[in-house]
């Protein structure tokens, strides 16, 4: 099955800053690759994801990037401010057709924005 | 709002009971999920649905059972024979399966179940 490591566990940045959190994973058949945030309390949401056929997708502040032949994947935030503050997931679905819902997620990236 | 509602947001259970917790989706989507979630670890995945009366294990499927006989409820059982059940559950559903276009995972807000 797909195996996905996530760094760093935790992560702390003065607001304003930008902050880099790297997933890798062992599937090279893999073709979806999401992020989630996740707030204290709550369920995660999807902040942005990527398909195999793009090297980066944009959305504001937040950026994913895609290396297919090294097998990673990074979220990058620019200027982060204290609502950034939260747990981040990356995830990678199993491609195989026995096994195609189930996704794996890395361990999570708490981010801590400091004021 | 459409959405995915889970209840109860807390529960406490004593050892050797069984507890139900409920999952409810209005997003009208074929797949739904549950996960566990325990501190400093990812979201592991206990079962899943693809479609109505059908579901199949996930990695941690062991002291848990399901059922999906409608498309908007997926109920997760924890059984007495789950050895370590105090954790954050999580529900979640999509429109298609995660290596599909629509593969969102859209989740609850979660129940915390605590043994005593």
């Known amino acids: 099955g797909e195996n996905v490591e996530q760094h760093p566990s935790t992560l702390s940045v003065q607001e304003g800053d930008s902050a880099v959190i790297k997933c890798t994973y062992s599937?090279?058949?893999?073709?979806?690759f999401p992020w989630y945030k996740q707030e204290l309390g709550k369920g995660p949401q999807l902040i942005i994801d990527i398909r195999s056929n793009v090297g980066e997708k944009k959305d504001q502040r937040i950026a994913v990037t895609l290396n297919k032949t090294a097998k990673h994947f990074s979220l990058h935030i620019t200027e982060t401010q204290p609502e950034d503050s939260a747990v981040y997931f990356c995830a990678a679905p199993q491609r195989a057709s026995t096994n195609a819902g189930k996704s794996t997620f890395g361990d999570g990236t708490t981010l801590t924005v400091k004021p | 709002d459409g959405g995915i509602t889970q209840s109860p947001k807390y529960l406490f259970r004593k050892e050797g009971q069984n507890v139900t917790l409920s999952c409810e989706q209005n997003?009208?989507?074929?797949?739904m999920y549950w996960y566990r979630q325990d501190p400093g670890q990812g979201l592991r995945l206990i079962y899943y649905s693809q479609i109505v009366n059908d579901f199949q294990k996930g990695d941690i499927a062991e002291g848990y059972s399901v059922s999906r006989e409608k498309k908007e409820s997926f109920p997760l059982t924890v059984t007495s024979a789950q050895k370590n059940p105090t954790a954050f559950y999580l529900c979640?559903?999509?429109?298609?399966?995660?290596?599909?276009?629509?593969?969102?995972?859209?989740f609850g807000e979660g129940s915390r179940l605590t043994v005593l």
């Open positions: 979640a559903s999509s429109i298609g399966l995660p290596t599909s276009n629509t593969g969102e995972l859209f």
């Open positions: 599937d090279s058949a893999s073709n979806y």
């Open positions: 997003l009208n989507h074929d797949a």
